[in-house]
Structures are given as C-alpha cells and as structure tokens.
C-alpha cells in the first residue's frame, strides 16, 4: 500500500512563510499529478495548488503569487511553499498523490492525514 505524510505545519504570524512537506512511501512504481488541498473551518474543502509529473502548475485564486508547489520525484515528495500568509490561510492542508503500483495499472489517488497550518498573531 501507500502512506503519504505531511509534515511543516504548525504557527506562524501573518506575513510569515511555512514549507509543508509530503513524502508518498510504499510500493510505488510512478507518481502521476501530486496536490494540497485545504479545508479551513465552516468551509468546504479547497485546491490550493496541483503539479503534474511534467512539472507543470496551478494554483488556486486565492494563493496565487504567494505559495509554490514543487516536488522531487527522487524522494516521491511534493512541497508547498507558502509565504506572505494570511488568517485566512489558516486550515487543515491535505496533500494527495496519483499513484501507479505496478506498470500495467491503474492510477489510484491516496491521500495524507493532513496537518494544521494557523495563521495568528
């Protein structure tokens, strides 16, 4: 099976900058689109930022200019840079990765337990 664990979380001041971090371990024969998710308080779950495996990116509107996603597929981890954070930032951020077991199948999606990022003075 496949675990993916974020770390980096945690508090930080408004305008200050966090690196979450999510490794993907078991038996993985390739990764296809890695992404953070985030679902703040009283609100549904939202796309922060997603990363093909041809490296290419989006990002949700509201953290455009401020966060990067980037990952290293030596180490099946994707990153999420955030900088200039805002209260509004703050969240449960979830990261999920497209997985292929063996060669010849399928892509299944798994999911990390996800980790609180609080935004606060």
């Known amino acids: 099976q496949v675990q993916l664990m974020e770390s980096g979380g945690g508090l930080v001041q408004p305008g200050g900058s966090l690196r979450l971090s999510c490794a993907a371990s078991g038996s993985i024969f390739s990764i296809s689109a890695m992404r953070w998710y985030r679902r703040a308080p009283g609100k549904q779950r939202e796309l922060v930022a997603v990363?093909?495996?041809?490296?290419?990116?989006n990002y949700g509107d509201s953290v455009k200019g401020r966060f990067t996603i980037s990952r290293d597929d030596a180490k099946s981890t994707v990153y999420l840079q955030m900088n200039s954070l805002k209260p509004e930032d703050t969240a449960v951020y979830y990261c999920?990765?497209?997985?292929?077991?063996?060669?010849?199948?399928?892509?299944?999606?798994?999911w990390g337990q996800g980790i609180q990022v609080t935004v606060s003075s």
């Open positions: 990363i093909t495996s041809s490296g290419r990116t």
């Open positions: 999920s990765a497209d997985v292929r077991l063996s060669g010849r199948g399928d892509y299944t999606t798994y």
